[in-house]
Structure formats: structure tokens, C-alpha cells
């Protein structure tokens, strides 16, 4: 199908043709491990990657084919490989640029993924330098040594809301041959595409805002197809491997060298591969992605508006807001929109922030985002307490943030959902 149609076309129809399936109007679940090779020579030709054909799910399945290349895309990428979880698209996107050498990572991000900055990577040889603010250019560059490799950073953070100037951020980062890896799970493709800004490498999780229904796990690695990893900086793209017929992966895919080696090292070798099943769950998803994550945004602004004007309110994270740090970077990298993900600093003690939660009732408290349902949940203590308290401080995560995931239900009903919540206390 052609790539030419508009977004809200792709997301419904990309990656898939029904007359190579049966006429399957939905994308079938190959429900396999494996596949036939038919005969020696085949078989031969696909393992040298000199055809392409379906051997094991856990390097490649047809569900999962159509998911990637939706994807892809929707993205603007020249391919995807989907994992098991968004945390898989972090670790295996990071690793595979950053193998032997250092990535500079921004300290605004899912707690998980801070988690691993000093848990993991170091010990695989992996050396982490952590900017505290993902738009001081100056502190990024005193970070570049000779050996960093990538710089990692979500477009919109988890869970203030910090906006990245992408485009400043990725021209630095070109200056030295550096590649960009952008998180841009709470943004999504719909309201903004990192590569249109310079960025190399976007990862997801498609747990969240892309599937929307939170029924699974996922996550997914792009590559934008412009980035040059033969400069110097990344020698493992250069370096000969024999089950590619003694080639480098930048010789035998130069179209999509990142992919090519995160799917054939990373997802065959270390195995974090995504079910058939999972891939069409995220499929179904991405089919309404425009419609929700568009009606997320507008309620999400509106209770950001009721809540800052609340006397139990501190302050309100919400990037699009007057008098918001981040608001020029919102109205330029988000004109749609900031999604439905943002925080809140309730006056009071961390108990009457607990109690607050708790007399929620249409509000689930939940460690998820981008849910169909609205859901709350305390980060310092939950989705981010693998921070310690000067780390948790230094982003501005204090122990009274809430954060809110604003969901489908209606928004009048939502506001008055925190309305009694405030008033109980
Ligand atoms: C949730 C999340 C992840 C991890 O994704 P999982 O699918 O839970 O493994 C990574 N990055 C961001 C920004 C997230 O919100």
C-alpha cells in the first residue's frame, strides 16, 4: 500500500494487504512458532538473509510484520521491529548504539528506565552520563567524550511533562556524530514525529497511548534512515559478521542498518520477542489512535485549567499551560496537543495526598498511561521510586505529585470525580 495517504488512512490500513491473507478484512494471528522452509535451498537463502521468508516468531511473524509496518509508517521510518515491552525498546535502542563506549541520558524519564541507567548498562559495558535538564545544550556537550555514542531522551517526560527542544538537541548531537534516541511513548506519532525534527532512532511503548486499551505489553524501535553509522562513532555497524556472509550489517542492510542488527543481535539473541497475539492487541489500538489521543488532550487541558485554579492545588505540570517552563517548546513540537498524560502538587501531607487518592472513585490508581480509563497514581512512590530522594528532587518529583492519565470518560464527570476528592479531605 502506498505511504502516500494521509496519517488517519495509514493507521487504519498500512502494513497490511488483505489479498496476501486470505482476504482477511483484519489482520490474521499467526498463532505459530514456527514456519515450513519447504526445501534445503530456501531455507539456505533466508538464513543469509538473501530472501526474505518467515522461519522462527521470534525473529519475524506476519502479525507482527503488520504492526511494524504500520508503524513505520505512521512514523515516517524506513521499518520498525516490535519487542516485548517498551522496556525492551529502550535497553535493546540504547544497546545497540551505545555497546563499548557512553550514552548521555536525560534524567526526566520513566522510572524504569532510570533504573537501568545504573543497574544494567554500566555493568554490559555501557557507560551512562545523566543530564539533569534535557535542554541544557551546554551540559550536554561537556558530556561528549570520544567514545559516547547516543543521546537518549523522551519528548515528553514521564510524568512532568517536560518538553525536549528535539531539534536543538538533535543538531548537537550531529555536530559530533552522535545519535539522537527519542522516547516518544506519551506523545505518540499523532501529536508528534521526532524524526521530522532531526531525531535517529525512535522507541515506544506500546503499552500505553498507542494501543489505548491497556490489554498489553509492547513496545517498538524505528529507525529514520538518515543517520550515517559508518562516521566512526558506532564500529559495530562496520564490523564483519560471519552468519551475514562475512558483512557488516551497514554492507548487507544499508537501508536500515539500526533495525537489522537490533532485530538479528538484540530480539533473536537476548529474546524479548512480542507475541502474534500482543502485535494484533496493539494493531486494534493504533486503528483509533487519532480519535483518542485527540479527545485525551482536550480533557486533559481542561482539568489542567479546573485543577489550577483549585485552592488544594500547588501547581500543575501541564506543559500548554500560561506561565508553563516548557510552554514555547509545547506550542512548537505540540500544536495538537501535550496528550493526556500530566501531574499535579497537592497542597497538603503525603498522607492527605494518599487519602486524596484513594477517595478517587472513577479514577483508577494504576502504574499505567494512555488508558481508554482515567487513571492517578503517586510516581514518587510507584512508577518512579527507583529514584533515590536527591535524584526524585533534582527533577522536581516530590513525594505530593499526582499524576493523572486522562482516559475516554467524560470529562465533566472527571472534574467532578476530583472535585469530591478534594472535598472529602
Ligand atoms: C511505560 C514506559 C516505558 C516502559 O514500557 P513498558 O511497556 O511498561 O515496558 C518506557 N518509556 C516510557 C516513557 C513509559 O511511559
Known amino acids: ?31 505459530t512458532a514456527a514456519f515450513d522452509l519447504l526445501s534445503t535451498d530456501r531455507a539456505q537463502r533466508i538464513v543469509n538473509s538473501e530472501e526474505q521468508g518467515y522461519l522462527y516468531s521470534r525473529v519475524q511473524n506476519p502479525t507482527i510484520a503488520a504492526l511494524e509496518g504500520r508503524i513505520a509508517a505512521l512514523e515516517g521510518a524506513v521499518g520498525a521491529v516490535a519487542v516485548a515491552s517498551g522496556m525492551a525498546a529502550v535497553s535493546y535502542a540504547l544497546l545497540n548504539a551505545g555497546e563499548g563506549g557512553r550514552v548521555i541520558v536525560a534524567a526526566q524519564v520513566y522510572g524504569g528506565t532510570y533504573d537501568a541507567y545504573k543497574k544494567i548498562y554500566p555493568k554490559l559495558g555501557v557507560q551512562i552520563d545523566i543530564v539533569e535538564n534535557v ?7 561537556a558530556l561528549i567524550k570520544k567514545d559516547t555514542r547516543a543521546i537518549l531522551i523522551e519528548s515528553v517526560s514521564n510524568p512532568l511533562n517536560a518538553v525536549a527542544d528535539i531539534e536543538a538537541i538533535a543538531r548537537l548531537a550531529h555536530e559530533y556524530g552522535v545519535a539522537l534516541i527519542v522516547d516518544n511513548t506519551i506523545a505518540t506519532p499523532y501529536l508528534l514525529r521526532p524524526f521530522e525534527y532531526g531525531a535517529d532512532v525512535v522507541v515506544y511503548s506500546a503499552t500505553k497511548a498507542l494501543s489505548g486499551h491497556g490489554s498489553a505489553i509492547g513496545g517498538l524501535i524505528l529507525e529514520s534512515g538518515k543517520f550515517d553509522w559508518s562516521a566512526g562513532r558506532h564500529p559495530q555497524f562496520s564490523e564483519k559478521v560471519y552468519t551475514l556472509g562475512d558483512r557488516s550489517f551497514l554492507e548487507a542492510f544499508p537501508d ?19 507475541s502474534p497475539f500482543n502485535a494484533y492487541l496493539i494493531l486494534q489500538g493504533i486503528e483509533t489512535l487519532s480519535e483518542r489521543v485527540k479527545k485525551q488532550s482536550e480533557s486533559a487541558l481542561k482539568i489542567a485549567v479546573f485543577l489550577s485554579t483549585h485552592s488544594k492545588v500547588a501547581w500543575v505540570s501541564h506543559s500548554s499551560l500560561e506561565g508553563n517552563k516548557y510552554k514555547a517548546l509545547a506550542d512548537k513540537y505540540l500544536p495538537k496537543g501535550i496528550g493526556g498524560v500530566f501531574s499535579f502538587g ?5 498522607e492527605e495526598t494518599n487519602r486524596f487518592i484513594e477517595a478517587l472513585q472513577l479514577f483508577s490508581y494504576q502504574a499505567n498511561i494512555g488508558d ?37 470518560e467524560d470529562v465533566e464527570d472527571l472534574i467532578d470525580d476530583l472535585k469530591q476528592a478534594f472535598d472529602k479531605l
Open 1 to 31: 500500500m502506498s505511504n502516500n495517504y494521509h496519517f488517519d488512512t495509514l493507521k487504519i490500513r498500512a502494513g497490511y494487504d488483505s489479498k496476501e491473507h486470505n482476504n482477511s478484512t483484519q489482520v490474521p494471528i499467526y498463532q
Open 135 to 141: 535542554n541544557n545544550l551546554d551540559a550536554i556537550r
Open 256 to 274: 536500515f542498518p539500526f533495525l537489522a542488527r537490533a532485530r538479528t543481535i538484540y530480539v533473536r539473541l537476548l529474546g524479548a520477542a512480542l
Open 346 to 350: 497537592f497542597k497538603g501531607s503525603e
Open 372 to 408: 481508554a480509563h482515567s487513571l492517578v497514581v503517586n510516581p514518587a512512590r510507584t512508577t518512579h521510586r527507583e529514584l533515590n530522594e536527591r535524584e526524585q528532587l533534582a527533577i522536581d518529583l516530590k513525594l505530593e505529585t499526582v499524576r493523572l492519565s486522562i482516559g475516554l
